[in-house]
């Protein structure tokens, strides 16, 4: 067998996508290297451990739940062919699938549980987060309906004999004391590149057949090896999740690294071309090419004129040893360099574009969601939050409620607007330490900042393109309809600040040149001019 043949088992399009029950006498190499693609994950454990607790006789059931592509077929197979956890069990794989080409997968569903509810044994299901909302609608059981609405509720187990197990509970992404982690990724790029894999040993073939070294596919291989590369593909679907809303599943992440390798360019083109994956078409927006800095087009101008430039040439004839020859556009050397950009390597020409490449948003937005995630109270923690909260947060508020009227100062909240008049009301925003406190989160996707005005408390999910607007409206810019996702978030709470601020004892109108406060005493509104 030949390594791209090997690889298609990484394809969505393969037939070893979407796990079966296979003849284990019919074994082939195909399956040895998806068995060798298998990662174990935490949520394997907690399956494990409820499925092992039931009776043969037991009537319960187990909703393993998750997203199309998770690995809720996979994680059952393999736990099904484990006698020790599945003795006496029975298994639906997949509540999307239907036994009668004539039916639905609800029909299905329907005979599953009435077959449930005649015998006894217990009954474990694969289900995807959209049928449990359709079951609980359209099903016929109604003792499963009540338990799958219940869990719609209030996403926990309400039930004796009915259990749920989430992949939403288990992220692919943590924050972890100024940094990211994704055990997942790094698991499943090691195990392609494991030594003892099967994909290694057909590398080595290939290497044989082609004495010449100089395939792509070979070239990317050896670039993925790099632990390095392998990090930078990691933070790119870091930056996916939190900048484009994409959810990591097995069976994207293993299609995209059969797209970075098997592509029409080398690795580090194939990460930026976009095209039918989901990670891909994310990704796409982040290419390193894409951006205007004076160090960066300086260095594409220099090349698209051909000038001469003897540390280039050494750094070109350096990466020959990863099989990678001659570039056609300075474009492909940039997202080279990114690729590369945690490496040293011969006279590191590449690390001039460090600054370029830095995220510091990322940086910023991994600093403020660790603060709130182990938020204690210490001193330096509230310190460090309430520089946030000042000077970010709330200032971006108040910029933005009175974008119409800039010259009321940091004290006021501007009211209502009539033609030349304005009404504006001193509003005390602040920071609500013991809110934060009580903050729980599983998402690595948003935080939940606090505020308070008075008796009054609020909340605001702030996730990365929020962040990275608030930084913006403080720095004078005007939201438009591009950044319409983040502006309904902070409209919402602009106008719960501003309904809390018409409480105020006092008022200030402005217009045509003059200032009018007004001042609630003793019920007798007092006015004066100033």
């Not at 205007?292 to 050494?314: A, G, H, M, V």
């Amino acid at each position: 067998m030949r390594l791209k043949e090997a690889l298609s088992v990484l394809s969505k399009s393969s037939a070893y996508a979407v796990s079966t029950e296979r003849n284990n006498q019919n074994q082939t190499l195909l399956d040895e290297v998806k068995a060798d693609l298998y990662v174990k994950m935490p949520i394997e454990a907690e399956v494990q451990k409820i499925i092992s607790s039931f009776g043969a006789n037991d009537k319960k059931v187990l909703f393993l739940c998750g997203s199309s592509g998770d690995g809720k077929s996979e994680l059952l197979t393999k736990i099904k062919r484990e006698k020790k956890f599945s003795n006496g069990v029975r298994f639906h794989l997949d509540a999307t699938h239907s036994f009668d080409p004539r039916g639905t997968a609800i029909d299905t569903l329907d005979t599953v549980f009435s077959d449930f509810d005649i015998g006894c044994y217990p009954l474990v299901v694969g289900i995807n987060t959209g049928m449990i909302g359709n079951y609980a609608e359209e099903g016929s059981n109604e003792h499963i309906k009540g338990a799958l609405q219940a869990y719609i509720a209030n996403k926990k187990t309400v039930s004796n004999d009915i259990f749920f197990v989430s992949f939403e509970d288990y992220p692919k992404f943590e924050i972890n004391e100024q940094e990211f982690t994704s055990e997942f990724a790094k698991n499943i790029l090691a195990r392609i590149t494991n030594q003892d894999c099967v994909i290694w040993q057909l590398v080595e073939k290939e290497k044989q057949l082609n004495s010449l070294n100089s395939d792509k596919l070979l070239a990317n291989y050896n670039l993925l090896c790099q632990e390095s590369v392998q990090q930078v593909i990691i933070d790119l679907l870091f930056k996916a999740r939190l900048m484009r809303d994409q959810f990591l599943t097995a069976r994207a992440l293993l299609d995209f690294i059969h797209e970075l390798l098997l592509g029409e360019s080398y690795l580090f083109d194939n990460l930026f071309a976009g095209g039918t994956n989901e990670l891909a078409n994310k990704i796409e927006h982040f290419d390193p090419a894409n951006l205007r800095t004076k160090q960066i087009d300086r260095f594409i101008l220099s090349f698209n004129l051909n000038l001469p430039n003897s540390d280039f040439e050494l750094f070109k004839r350096a990466i020959k040893e990863f099989g990678i020859t001659e570039l056609q556009s300075g474009a492909q050397y940039l997202r080279l360099f990114y690729v590369l950009k945690y490496d040293a390597l011969s006279n590191n020409f590449h690390q001039q574009f460090e600054n370029d490449f830095s995220e510091r948003l990322i940086e910023k937005y991994i600093a403020i969601f660790q603060l709130h995630k182990d938020y204690t109270g210490s001193m330096e923690q509230k310190a460090k939050l309430k520089t946030f909260y000042r000077d970010t947060l709330i200032s971006a508020i108040r910029n933005y409620i009175n974008r119409n009227a800039p010259k009321l100062g940091k004290k006021y909240f501007l009211l209502s607007d009539f033609g030349d008049y304005q009404i504006a009301a001193p509003a005390e925003l602040s920071m609500d330490a013991a809110a934060i406190q009580q903050n729980t989160t599983t998402s690595s996707a948003f935080f939940n900042a606090r505020l308070k005005l008075k008796n009054k408390q609020f909340c605001l999910p702030i996730n990365i393109n929020l962040l990275e607007l608030l930084i913006n409206i403080n720095s004078g810019y005007r939201p438009n309809k591009h950044d319409k996702n983040s502006v309904i978030l902070l409209d919402e709470l602009a106008n719960e600040v501003v309904q809390a601020a018409k409480a105020s004892d006092e008022l200030v109108i402005t217009g045509e040149g003059n200032r009018y406060q007004l001042d609630l005493e003793d019920d007798e509104i007092m006015v004066s001019e100033g």
